[in-house]
């Protein structure tokens, strides 16, 4: 997992923001979005966290306010972090790189019969044979820290031949050398043996503790295999085998001169321990690095080569950016070095969590989910030194061993193990280490003539080593290779540290942004900071510049300028045409109505506070808003009688008790007229009930009382059901006799006004409520007898329905102490999963704080309102007219309002852990032309990057199903936008997602037409003739590209004050788009299908197809947002596939050309409709990707409470077998999507539901025919 501040990235805002790859806890908009987990932070601060763009540093989602240097520009030079490369080839020289292929075994040392080692004929070389499990490394799937320091080896060897070559490696399974380092004769491949150490480097970085020499080498054989020779110059046909090369040839250099890596298959290049203080400029950071023990601060570069294509022309770059980590430290730099121990016992704490006392075992439950966290987090060195024994001592001073020599015989060591699960135990903690009851085996006592027992690991330590336990009474950790540990025998080693998240890292992070990388800075930043490791860092007399200059490779010391264009921003209007004064990507709520306001007819409260009058001020204040901006409220409540407090929070249970008590609260309040609110006015509570078939809701008005318990009866619309009771034997419906007129009024057509204390009734003549008097109500027959109510004592209503199918309450609001992840989580879970409802999360201390407490309520005004969109309703806070002058007076988005477009987006959230990884897929559809009213569903499956065709053809099923629901027809065209997706996997990602989204549209034709045939007999249902043309689009939000002003006055300014005094940052206008000089080449993808290849009754070819300009494809990096503080960030939109820039569905529509895709893009920024800003990635993949991750907080749960179950997925081509996971044994692990119980659908024989995939809930508040918007 890795989180990201700064330059933007994946959910980054303004230039800012932190980042996550794997993801994990994302806080959403009403928590202050803050993400609880990262692993490093990236150049640029921005303001915002999210998708969004930061508003002046802060925390908010869209775009930061700033003064331009003039009228928006439509054109602007930007700078980037890109840095040319160049070819130095020499006159006359073959210009080549000799390219191998890397195996590596685990090896043995071979014996003779005395058990001596037998070397080869060279008399120095051992022999080696395969260790017979596990022999090969994998490296097809990225180098590891080991493979790097085993090929380090073979090119020290190398190096030490005559000719001096410099062997180049990332260890991964690629080299490349100058020369060919296989002598002529000797085939084609050339073995070598090496020793080194499996968990560690040779050296120790503190020679006085000499750990390395306790941890012995391991023996390995490297091949390396020829493969042939690159030619750097032969672009046009090896483009990619040449931007390997040169990306390998990066990476080894900058691993050979000193910079630090972490992890499998390193991009971020970390700047020695020692160098740290030189490129660390902030104070905090460097107040960190001197003060604090435990953790420091690391600061490097996260490097790559482009290769990238401007119509003819090619040309290599090299991207650059800045990154802040932290890492644990593995020796307390204040103390002498001394290694840092997991248990500490002067403040009774084991990683940071306090513990009651250490001589009892730990049994409260909260601390060992606690401790278990922490451990999970870090790299663990195990040190404990045991007592010699007398006969150990004198053999070892009879071969002339000194006693210091002879202690250090007695050290265990073992550096970088990770906290693993055993799998007999089916744990990784046991929770004391001298209880036989958790953990005992048996052991063989060799001193006592082999006498075997069974003994706990406190009595084999004393047994064996002499080793009295300090604190038995403490944990036992797992490491794997079936070995425990107690704790006191446990340290930290030095590794990334991950959840580096705390207030004080982030106000570290975000100064050194704010100061030293803000902006137009920040590329000078990362300049120099390359040049830094590039020129001054060095080992044997080699820089990185030296190394290049040897592969003939050359490095700018200058980044790219490139011309952007600014898009021109969309026209926002709220209720009666009143427009929205847009600046910089950001606008304001003060003193507008939505223009499409929900209803919320009833609403539950819970105060997770323990202050309920607080959360009673923040709802008053909050329903005098959410009425002013047009959203029909209840008003004159009484509050006291709907707040259900607790204190008790931190478990589900106790959340689970409060959120039931405040639903049953607004049952008795408004489903059953507790008070008297309805009764006692003579008027009607008004919802929605869910229709018998289970698929449709209706307007209806609730009787009371009710009619037995459970029970309500209901009035619905005269023109659904014009009978609301039956007298005897005869149908009637119940009306309203007022004083003003003799005409009956139809119960839907009366109301009271509870603030001003009247009733209203509706003149259709005018269209409007007029006042009137009520006199009395009474049954209507259906010749027109009217019949006295207070004279049928006896009546019944006609509709009686169960409590649960009638809308009540339409939304929770849930006030939490603060933004904790867990709380917020669960209460989510219980809402959504328990009780099918949506709610709506307020921080307390949020509110109270504001200084502008409108302003507050405003935001969570447009949060509801999302929530309760729907079908009958279609609510939304402002509609959206295209910025360019083909869109003047046509509301909606730039081409997507042309025909029944969808645009669906796709995210996905990983688990992590490797024995029970999952992935939750999040998909949010978009149904109308404006794009801001959502359908939603979310998957979940087995681990996976490229997700199964049956999975996605079902998840597009369920979308266009719900577009069908809204619109009434199927859409003619798709546009998908495809999130969480890598490079390498595009041709992958062409050939299969896009099968499944083409497979999905056809069932769900089939469904709505009935008999959807294959197009022809090689046709199996679903391929591009008989499916909606689709434009797919990978968005890379994880990108390392950073674009600032070249000029700082044509851009956005801001004055921000710092530690160093006030400064202008300037960062370039939202909407600011670069589709040229340094956009990726995509070589092997055929982007738009040839058309002389398509029947032509099925679709017509548009007669000038709206084709890529330059040559350049149809990719574009797009800073959608506007950044106040930091450095903007954009996000770079890969077009796997573009149907519709060939295919007419339907008359009226156009091709999606490169620049009208980019208007489109841009336009839907503005739709996220929960925040007043342009967010960074368009929402429907931004809402998808919230889906996913509010999913994986919930997942675990719903498999521990048997909520889900798992359902085989069907096999994979041949062709992508080679991308499962698989055991130890090399066999591929089963695969399953799971499914739930269908709480809508009917049993079957045996008395259960049926299965579906998709895991979202179904919402009795939902008021329409699909999902609501919950990740609003």
């Known amino acids: 997992m890795s989180d990201r501040y700064g330059g933007g990235d994946r959910y980054g805002g303004g230039g800012g923001g932190y980042r996550r790859d794997n993801n994990s806890d994302r806080g959403p908009p009403e928590r202050n979005d803050r993400s609880r987990s990262r692993d490093h932070y990236e150049s640029g601060r921005g303001g915002g966290r999210g998708y969004s763009g930061g508003r002046g540093g802060g925390r908010g989602y869209g775009g930061g306010r700033g003064r331009g240097g003039g009228p928006r520009p439509t054109s602007m030079m930007v700078k980037t972090n890109y840095y040319k490369m160049d070819f130095c080839q020499r006159m006359g020289v073959e210009y080549c790189w000799h390219h191998y292929t890397v195996e590596i075994k685990n090896a043995i040392r071979k014996k003779d019969e005395n058990r001596k080692p037998l070397f080869e004929d060279d008399g120095t070389t051992p022999k080696l044979d395969e260790r017979p499990r596990n022999a090969t ?86 091949k390396l295999e020829r493969v042939g020779k690159v030619y750097p110059d032969a672009v046009t046909t090896g483009q990619e085998a040449v931007r390997q090369a040169m990306d390998i040839i990066l990476r080894s250099a900058m691993i050979k001169v000193g910079m630090q890596v972490f992890g499998k298959s390193p991009k ?158 089916h744990c990784k903690i046991i929770w004391s280490a001298c209880d036989p009851n958790l953990h005992s085996f048996e052991f063989e006592d060799r001193k006592n003539g082999g006498e075997k027992k069974m003994v706990t690991v406190a009595e084999y330590f004393w047994i064996r080593y002499r080793i009295k336990l300090k604190y038995p009474h403490m944990p036992l950790v797992f490491l794997g290779n079936k070995e425990w540990f107690p704790i006191e025998f446990l340290f930290q080693s030095f590794s990334k540290m991950r959840d580096a998240n705390s207030k004080e890292q982030v106000s570290a992070v975000l100064e050194f942004y704010n100061e030293f990388s803000a902006g137009s800075e920040s590329i000078q930043n990362v300049t120099t900071l390359t040049q830094k490791a590039m020129t001054e860092l060095g080992q044997s007399g080699l820089t990185v510049e030296n190394i290049l200059q040897m592969y003939n490779l050359r490095v700018s010391r200058e980044p790219v300028e490139v011309e952007a264009r600014v898009l021109p921003e969309p026209t926002l209007k709220f209720a009666g045409g009143r427009a929205a004064g847009v600046k910089n990507g950001s606008w304001n709520l003060a003193r507008v109505e939505f223009s499409k306001p929900a209803d919320i007819n009833s609403l539950a409260v819970v105060d997770l506070t323990g202050r309920a009058e607080t959360t009673e001020r923040f709802m008053k204040n909050f329903l005098r808003v959410a009425s002013s901006h047009g959203m029909k409220v209840p008003s004159n409540l009484d509050l006291s009688r709907l707040i259900a407090s607790s204190r008790e929070n931190s478990r589900i249970k106790d959340i689970e008790e409060v959120i039931t008590r405040a639903i049953q609260n607004a049952v008795a309040v408004f489903l059953h007229d507790s008070t008297g609110r309805y009764t006692n006015n003579n008027v009607w509570f008004q919802t929605k009930v869910q229709n018998p078939d289970k698929k449709a809701f209706s307007s209806c008005l609730v009787m009371t009382p009710p009619t037995e318990a459970g029970l309500v009866g209901v009035i619905l619309e005269q023109s659904v059901s014009p009978p609301t009771h039956k007298v005897g034997n005869e149908l009637v419906r119940i009306m309203v006799k007022v004083k003003e007129t003799d005409t009956f009024i139809d119960p839907f057509e009366f109301r009271y006004d509870f603030e001003r204390r009247i009733h209203e009734a509706y003149n259709p003549e005018s269209k409007s409520w007029q006042k009137v008097t009520f006199e009395k109500k009474v049954y209507l027959s259906q010749d027109g007898n009217p019949i006295d109510v207070r004279d049928a004592p006896n009546a019944q209503p006609f509709h009686v329905v169960s409590d ?267 909407g600011t788009c670069v589709d040229s000089c340094i956009i990726d080449s995509i070589s092997n993808l055929e982007v738009t299908p040839d058309c002389s290849r398509i029947k032509k009754e099925n679709y017509v070819c548009y007669s000038e197809p709206g084709g890529g300009t330059g040559g350049g494809g149809y990719d574009f990096l797009l800073t959608s947002h506007g950044a106040g503080l930091g450095t903007s960030k954009p996000v770079h939109y890969r077009i796997i596939l573009n149907e519709n820039a060939v295919l007419q569905p339907a008359g009226g529509a156009t091709p999606l050309t490169k620049k009208a895709l980019e208007q489109a893009t841009y336009e839907m920024s503005f739709q996220y409709s929960t925040a007043t800003k342009a967010v960074r990635i368009v929402p429907a993949v931004y809402y998808s990707d919230r889906l996913a991750n509010m999913a994986m907080n919930y997942f675990n749960y719903l498999r521990r409470n048997g909520h889900v179950e798992e359902a085989d997925l069907a096999p994979v081509m041949s062709s992508e077998e080679v991308h499962l996971p698989r055991d130890r044994d090399g066999n591929i692990k089963p695969r399953f999507v799971y499914a739930r119980r269908d709480l809508s659908g009917k049993k079957d024989k045996d008395g259960k539901l049926p299965l579906t995939t998709n895991l979202l809930p179904n919402f009795t508040g939902a008021g329409s025919a699909f999902s609501t918007h919950i990740s609003a």
């Open 137 to 222: 490394f994998d490296l097809d799937k990225g180098s590891t820290p080991l493979s790097i320091r085993i090929i380090a080896k073979v090119s020290k060897q190398v190096r030490e031949e005559p000719g001096g070559n410099i062997l180049m490696y990332d260890g991964s399974a690629a080299a490349y050398c100058v020369r060919d380092i296989i002598p002529q004769g000797a085939g084609t491949s050339r073995t070598f043996s090496v020793k080194t150490k499996r968990d560690c480097e040779d050296g120790d970085p503190y020679p006085e503790h000499e750990d390395a020499d306790r941890m012995t080498g391991s023996w390995f054989q490297v």
């Open 268 to 425: 971020v290049f970390y700047f020695p321990t020692e160098q740290q203080p030189r490129v660390i400029q902030s104070n905090k950071l460097a107040r960190m690095l001197s003060n604090e023990k435990n953790y420091m601060p690391i600061l490097g570069l996260m490097q790559a080569v482009k290769f990238c294509r401007e119509g003819n022309n090619f040309s290599f770059y090299l991207t650059s950016n800045t990154a802040i980590d932290f890492a644990n430290r593995e020796y307390d730099h204040q103390r002498k070095n001394m290694s840092i121990p997991l248990l500490n016992s002067g403040d009774r704490s084991i990683c940071g969590v306090r513990v009651r006392d250490l001589n009892r075992p730990i049994e409260d439950l909260r601390t060992q989910k606690d401790i278990e966290n922490e451990l999970e987090k870090l790299k663990i060195k195990v040190w404990y030194q045991y007592p010699p024994t007398p006969e150990f001592v004198t053999k070892h001073k009879e071969k002339g061993k000194t006693e210091k020599e002879i202690n250090r015989f007695c050290v265990v060591v073992k550096t970088n193990k990770l906290l693993r699960e055993d799998t007999v135990k």
């Open 804 to 1070: 649960a199918d009638v809308n009540c309450p339409s939304i929770i609001f849930i006030v939490l102490p603060d933004d904790t992840t867990e709380r917020y989580g669960l209460a989510k879970l219980i809402c959504h999963f328990d009780h099918g409802i949506p709610c709506q999360m307020i921080v307390g201390n949020n509110f109270t704080s504001q200084r502008s407490p409108d302003q507050y309520c405003s935001n969570v005004a447009i949060k509801a309102n999302a929530k309760l969109s729907n079908v009958g309703n279609k609510a939304k806070a402002w509609t959206t007219s295209p910025g360019d002058l083909r869109g003047v007076g046509r509301e909606g988005i730039t081409w997507v309002n042309e025909i029944n477009t969808m645009v669906l987006g796709i995210s996905m959230s990983n688990s992590i852990g490797a024995h029970d990884s999952y992935s939750v897929i999040g998909a949010s559809a978009t149904l109308d032309e404006s794009c801001m009213n959502f359908a939603q569903s979310v998957y979940a499956c087995t681990r996976t990057e490229i997700i199964d065709n049956d999975t996605l053809a079902g998840l597009t099923k369920t979308m266009m199903l719900q577009y069908y629901e809204y619109n009434g027809t199927l859409p003619l065209r798709l546009l998908v936008y495809r999130d969480g997706v890598s490079e390498g996997s595009f041709t992958r990602l062409q050939a299969l997602e896009i099968q499944g989204i083409r497979k999905g549209c056809h069932e769900a034709k089939d469904e709505v037409v009935g008999s959807a045939k294959p197009c022809s007999d090689s046709c199996m249902g679903g391929c591009l003739l008989c499916c909606p043309p689709i434009t797919f689009v990978a968005c890379l939000t994880r990108n390392n590209v950073k674009i600032v002003p070249s000029n700082g006055q044509e851009g956005v300014s801001r004055r921000v004050r710092t530690n160093r005094g006030q400064k202008e940052v300037y960062n370039v206008h939202s």
